[in-house]
């Protein structure tokens, strides 16, 4: 699992790339919960999915965890370009109802 | 017909290896790329339970995955000897985990039912818990005009 960032204006961008699965995700959650405590202010986080080659209900834990400690610093979250079988995932579980999938 | 079976430590690390044997395995019947993933998905949900679920607080064990394709279909058993299941119904819940506190969501049976033809859980307390899942191939086509 990879995870870069970029900061545009008010928003924090974090693109995820590689394979989500409980082996890969300690890593990736400590990393992302970094940036989250370090960008607390922001006023949103777009999780970019284009990179995720292949995400279990692991990424669905991943995600409501980061949802919910964004939602602490009153920060939105986002999600952009998840591949086919992530987006079954995502949709599946209703997840798009808390963090909605934008087009940037 | 063709048959293989394969028994691994239940780590994390075999997760990715287990999902991308069966998916190897699938190959000749000529699945589309939709149900290859969906496949990869529901190897890789049934394998963690045993990792995180099944051999919890007994550090470590085997698990046994026994795949077997005929005609257009696959079949992926996985099974481990670890705590079982005490209440299967409302582990099938969507939504139901005994390890919220892990970030574990609870989907995971959700996403294997779905994402297969078919499914059925076996498990007895104290003695193991046993998945067995098939997936028909060409069925989406098959819908299509
Ligand atoms: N192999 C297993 N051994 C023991 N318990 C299991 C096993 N698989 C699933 N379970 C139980 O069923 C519940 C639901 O499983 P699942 O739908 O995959 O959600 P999750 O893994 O996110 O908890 C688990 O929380 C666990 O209590
Ligand atoms: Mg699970």
């Given at each position: ?13 974090l ?19 970094r ?41 939105g ?28 | ?25 699938a ?7 939709s149900?290859?993933?969906d ?55 969507p ?34 818990t ?8 060409g ?7």
């Open positions: 699992m990879n995870l870069q960032w970029s900061r545009r204006g008010e928003d924090l961008y693109y995820l790339s590689g394979e989500l699965d409980e082996h890969s995700v300690s890593d990736v959650r400590a990393r992302a919960d940036l989250i405590d370090e960008n607390a202010g922001l006023s949103r986080a777009v999780f970019n999915l284009a990179g995720l080659k292949f995400m279990d209900s692991t990424g669905i834990g991943f995600l409501i965890g980061r949802y919910k400690r964004l939602k602490r610093y009153g920060m979250m986002y999600l952009a370009h998840p591949e086919a079988g992530a987006d079954k995932i995502l949709a599946l579980s209703g997840l798009y109802s808390i963090m909605p999938k934008i087009q940037e | 017909m063709n048959e293989m079976i394969l028994k691994f430590p239940a780590r994390s690390e075999n997760e990715v290896f287990a999902r991308n044997a069966v998916a190897a395995f190959l000749p019947l000529e699945p589309s790329l149900e290859l993933s496949v990869k998905t529901a190897v890789s949900e049934a394998v963690t339970n045993c990792i995180v679920h099944g051999y919890r607080g007994k550090g470590g064990g085997w698990i046994t995955l026994t795949c077997r394709t005929e005609g257009d279909a696959l079949t992926v058993e996985v099974s481990d000897e670890g705590r079982g299941i005490a209440d299967i119904g409302m582990a099938l819940e939504f139901f985990t005994t390890a919220p506190s892990e970030e574990r969501s609870g989907m995971g049976f959700t996403i294997m039912q779905t994402f297969m033809t078919d499914f059925r859980v076996e498990s007895e307390e104290g003695a193991g046993k998945v067995t899942m098939t997936k028909r191939f069925q989406g086509q098959a819908n299509v005009g």
